[in-house]
């Protein structure tokens, strides 16, 4: 047969096992992540994939001629094969990268287009890497043709002991070879991890989601505000054309002292396998407000009749009972809604209002303290200026998880017990005291008017309060997502050191591993995670590890025990995935120094693997050399 015809042969099997294996791999993502009424789209996906890399093709083509003809080494006739795919690949990668990056958004919430990029690289690298491992022996045959169409056996092929340079070549090759489909397999056993990421995403959203949905139904976080005073006045304003307008200004007065003790009474709402923490909080307010004004503004400026008394909350569902505030002695009840308009008005010289009432100006004030809250009118009048009023004021709330306070007076004190053991303290301030114990915990702020960039007299509040926001929130100790999280991110050295030792044990024993087998084993690693992710839902991430470890290295243990029938090999197993596993464990527990004892660790396993590896004939049997085998 003439070798043209050969080498096209060679580079259309390589070109439709390819295709092939591409579609398949898009069809068992259809089945797995997408509806599976879109499944005949793998077939489209095939014959796409056929149609666009009709340039690899040729290339490979092109490239399989001159290869032959290049060198009479085998291993370097292969190394050039692979690449000459690798960079053929390479545009596709860079376009598939931009398309996939959407889908990666998408099933990820990530949008970073170098992971997307080593992905598609790693898929079509690993589609074609399989479709040379499945013709192997038909590319080695080609390769070791001679011109004539003989088919002369390489010496790779030849098994008379008079010849041992042929052995030596063999097995040099079949190292190579071996090598790049475990490096190959290695890649595509992530992509199975990406989508066990995908689904640790999906589950931490739907405890979210139910985490909203009992919270939108007992309440929300809370902040809160208060209380203070909110009087209006009036200023007269002098225009150009010589009239006047007037216009409403707000004065707010902050409680000279403020002195606020809470208790926090912790609940659990359960739904399905999902438990969501909530509180009642029952809070005490006491203080005085001392009624000074500024100079520039008289008692006659201000509206007394309108004077409120407003206390801010961030969701009313969260209000046990009604809120009253005893404020010199007389008790007011507070209602939902704050004052938050200004209006002006521009009247004539002789007192006559210019504009009708449609095209009267009205405006957000830019001095709101709290837009959600209560107020109630309050009793003053212009002889209780420079007088100090005291008040009381219980709060009895609902909330879930975080109960934060604003801390708007000249001096004040927070303090708050509860029995949850597990409080993160947060926002503007640390306790200045605080006790967490198993039997809860105590906490208590102070604040003078040192600390704080206003007066107890505010006439524009024009500054943000949220940074000031202080409390703590209730932190569950279920952090089973993100812990699950970080261990699925170590992936590649779950299944690069165990493909490894694989690997290296294969070549001290002499007693390959099937592609397949590595596949099998690849796919108990990435089942680790599925096990790890949904018992961490019932029990404790550290027992449910434990359990999920153990399953996958007696699995993994007894696998390698059936393939090489040595009982010293499974404990090598057992015990180097044991270390593994143990270490990963290590780094997930430890955060401001994973990546100090992560390098750290890593250097030792490659010393590791470079000592047990020193042995190695990765040239094949050489003879007066003798290769040590486990046994």
């Not at 032959?68 to 990668?93: D, F, H, I, M, R």
């Amino acid at each position: 047969m003439n070798n043209k015809y050969i080498t096209a042969f060679i580079a259309i099997r390589i070109w439709i096992l390819t295709g092939l294996i591409f579609g398949i791999g898009w069809g068992c993502y259809i089945l797995i992540f997408e509806n599976v009424t879109i499944l005949w789209t793998a077939l489209l996906a095939t014959f796409a994939a056929l149609i666009g890399s009709i340039p690899i093709l040729i290339a490979v083509f092109i490239c399989l001629h001159f290869i032959k003809k290049s060198t009479n080494s085998l291993q370097n006739k292969y190394l050039l094969l692979v690449g000459t795919c690798l960079v053929a690949e390479l545009p596709y990668a860079a376009i598939g990268g931009g398309i996939f990056s959407h889908e990666l958004s998408r099933q990820f919430g990530t949008n970073n287009y170098f992971i997307s990029f080593t992905i598609c690289y790693a898929i079509l690298f690993g589609a074609s890497a399989i479709a040379m491992s499945l013709i192997n022996k038909r590319i080695i045959q080609f390769f070791t043709t001679t011109k004539n169409n003989q088919s002369m056996e390489h010496d790779s092929f030849q098994t008379d002991s008079n010849l041992p340079a042929s052995n030596h070549s063999n097995n040099s090759n079949k190292t190579v070879i071996k090598g790049l489909v475990t490096g190959a397999l290695t890649l595509l056993m992530l992509i199975p991890a990406l989508f066990v990421m995908n689904l640790v995403t999906e589950r931490e959203a739907r405890q979210k989601q139910v985490t909203q949905e009992i919270s939108s139904k007992w309440a929300a976080p809370q902040t809160l505000t208060g209380p203070y005073l909110y009087l209006p006045y009036k200023v007269t304003v002098a225009y150009k054309d010589g009239k006047t307008g007037v216009v409403d200004k707000t004065l707010f007065l902050l409680p000279e002292n403020l002195q606020v003790s809470g208790t926090i009474t912790p609940e659990t709402r359960s739904r399905s396998i999902y438990t969501v923490l909530l509180y009642k909080a029952d809070i005490k307010n006491n203080g005085n407000f001392l009624l000074q004004l500024p100079k520039d503004i008289t008692p006659s400026m201000i509206n007394f009749s309108e004077a409120k008394v407003c206390f801010g909350i961030r969701d009313f569902k969260g209000i046990q009972e009604k809120i009253t505030i005893r404020l010199n002695g007389t008790a007011y009840e507070l209602a939902p809604g704050l004052p938050t308009k200004e209006r002006e008005s521009i009247v004539s010289n002789n007192g006559s209002n210019l504009l009708q009432e449609a095209d009267v100006v009205e405006r957000s004030s830019a001095g709101e303290i709290e837009t959600i809250g209560l107020s109630s009118n309050i009793n003053l009048s212009a002889e209780d200026v420079g007088k100090s009023f005291s008040f009381e004021m219980p709060v009895k709330i609902n909330g879930s998880e975080q109960l934060h306070f604003v801390p708007l007076a000249g001096n004040s004190t927070f303090s708050l017990t509860s029995t949850w053991a597990d409080p993160k303290f947060d926002g503007s301030n640390l306790p200045a005291s605080r006790n967490v114990g198993a039997q809860g915990f105590a906490a208590k702020w102070n604040f003078n008017k040192a600390n704080l960039p206003f007066g107890t007299t505010i006439k524009d509040f024009d500054f943000k309060k949220e940074p000031f926001a202080f409390g703590v929130t209730m932190v569950q100790p279920a952090d089973q997502y993100a812990k699950t999280m970080r261990s699925v991110k170590y992936a590649i050295l779950f299944i690069g050191l165990t493909f490894a030792l694989f690997f290296i044990i294969e070549l001290l024993q002499k007693n390959p591993v099937h592609p397949v087998q590595y596949v099998l084993v690849g796919l108990a690693l990435v089942i680790f995670f599925t096990l790890l992710l949904s018992i961490s839902e019932f029990i404790l991430f550290d027992f449910a590890y434990l359990i999920a470890a153990a399953a996958t290295i007696l699995l993994i243990t007894m696998y390698a025990k059936s393939h090489f029938k040595s009982i010293k090999t499974a404990l090598v197993f057992a015990t180097v995935l044991s270390c593994l596993y143990s270490f990963i464990f290590v780094l997930i527990r430890l955060e401001d120094t994973a990546l100090l004892v992560g390098s750290i660790g890593l250097f030792i396993v490659l010393a590791i693997v470079m000592y047990a590896s020193r042995k190695i004939q990765w040239y094949g049997n050489v003879p007066g050399n003798t290769t040590t085998v486990l046994s």
